[in-house]
Every structure is written in C-alpha cells, then in structure tokens.
C-alpha cells in the first residue's frame, strides 16, 4: 500500500556540511524539502534528492511555514534573512550563537511576525539522520512551535527541549562543548606525556577513553553539592589529598618534557579553593571560584 502519511513541508537555508546533512534526512524521510544556499552548486547537488532549489532566500522562505536557518554564525543569519519576509513563519535557527545573540535573534524574529525557536546542536554532520551515534539538538524558546514541529525536527536527530528562554539552547550547547575542550585538553596533556616514550599512542588510547568514561559520572556528585552546598558529602578522594599530589603530576611533566600550561591552570584553583575552603571537599568548589 502507498505511504499516504503527509510530511511537514521544511524550507531549508544553508547547505554548508551541516546543514547538507539535515537536508538528506529530511529527504529520505520524504519531507518535501525546499532549499537554498548562498553559493548554488550545494544546492544543485540536492536537486537529484528531490530538493526543490530557490533561487533567493526570500523566495525559499515563502515557500513554506517551517523555516529552518543552518548557517555559519550569526553574522551570516542576518545577511541571509534580511530582506526576507518572516511573517507568520516558524523559524528554527540551528547556528551556533552566544546565549544573547540568540536571546536577541528570538526578539528579532518577534518583530518581523515570526515564532521563534532556537537548537544547539550536540552532534557531527555523520551523525545527523543516524538515530544510533546519539546526536541530538537542544531546543529552546517557544514550547508551543517545538511541540507543533517536534516530529519533523526529530527526523534529522534526537531533540532535547530545555526551556522558554531561547538563550538556553545555546548556553546548554555551550556548556557541553567547553566540558568536551575541557576533555580534549585533558587528552592532550597525557598523549604529550607519552610522546617520547615506547609507549603506542593507540595503546593508551582505550586506556583514555575508558578512564574518562570510568570518572564522568562524577558529574552527578558535582551537581549534588550545588544544589545542598555540601561540598564535602560522599566525597571519597579529598581536596587536600588531591592537591598534595599536584606537585608529582608538573614533576612528571616537566620530567617527560611536556608544558603544564594546560594543566597549571585547575591546579592553581585546587590550591585557591584549598586556601578558602575545607580539604575535606572534592573539587566543586572551583566551580564557585570561576563565578565572577
Ligand atoms: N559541522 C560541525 O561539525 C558542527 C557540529 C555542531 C554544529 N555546528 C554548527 O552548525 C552550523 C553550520 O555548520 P556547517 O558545518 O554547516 O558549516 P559550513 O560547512 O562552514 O557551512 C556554513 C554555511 O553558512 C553559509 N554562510 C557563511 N557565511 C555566509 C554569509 N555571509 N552569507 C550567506 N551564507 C553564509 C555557507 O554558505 P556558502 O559558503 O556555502 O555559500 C554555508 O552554507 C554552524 O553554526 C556550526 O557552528 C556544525
């Protein structure tokens, strides 16, 4: 029997590697797809997929009432979209911006007559449209638009609504990512550490990578302690005992010829927080001595 369920109809701005990926899924999922970007042949490729191409935003933006915005930043959001009419529009904004950039654009569209949501979008283009590799976008702002298109938005990836304020999305995005810098900075310092050494880099790896899988649900204690300003309760490695090691991880460094620039830095708070607070604690309160 023929697939007689309708599709919401999504108008798609920018084909950069991101948003080429949202436009493939939508298509597969056989979302009429209408589509534009500012240099054509990312387009042209789509029109074999059954994209249909507009020849202006504007124009992509009349076509239909879900108007989704993939573009490079939020400079580009404002050359694309003016001149455009947004009245009555859905628009849903998936370029990464600041918090107030998107507190802003949602005004910004208040004013040209459209309902506004924005995404922060926690995945790479080949995760889009591949449900297992656990991508998702964090939507904020208005409930009742994300509600209305929560269908058509989870076909490209997962979707995690996380308030009415549509600067969350963005500050929900930007705080995972500078966790995952926080990460990566982490990663470096130990391949550093072993750089000169007999010692596989592809042999540490999986070593790493289930060592931070093994310490990344401490994140829960850490919110704990927010919330009960009990800084010290269940902690098991203690702050006096941690920064009373720091010195033999900068020996080690220095030893193996390795920077502690990246290192030195959650060292010096440790020993700050060590200095106002109780060595009994773990380590959340650092995250009182980053607040200005
Ligand atoms: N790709 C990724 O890994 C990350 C994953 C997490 C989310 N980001 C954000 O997604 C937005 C788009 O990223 P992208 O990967 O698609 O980026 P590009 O491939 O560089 O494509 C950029 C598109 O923006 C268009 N564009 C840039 N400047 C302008 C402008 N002044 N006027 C009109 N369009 C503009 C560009 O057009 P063109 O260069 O092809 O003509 C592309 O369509 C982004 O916010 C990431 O942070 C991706």
Redesign the pocket.
Known sequence: AQNTVERTPVTLL??????TALARAWLAAGHPLTVW???PA?ASALAAEGARIADTAAEAVAANALVVV????D??VD??LEGTDLADTDLVN???STPAQARARAEWARERGARYLDGG?M???PMIGAPEAGGYVFYSGSRGLFERHRQTLAVPSGTTYVGEDAGFAALHDVALLSAMYGMFAGAAHAFALIRKEDIDPAALAPLLADWLVAMAPAVHQTADHLRSGDYAQGVVSNLAMQVAGTPTFLTTAEQQGVSPELLSPYFDLMSRRLAVGSGEEGLTGVVDLLVR
Do not use: K
């Open positions: 920018g084909l950069g590697a991101m948003g970007n500012r240099t990312a993939c573009l490079l930043d400079d580009s050359a694309v998936l370029t990464t979008i995945a790479v283009p």
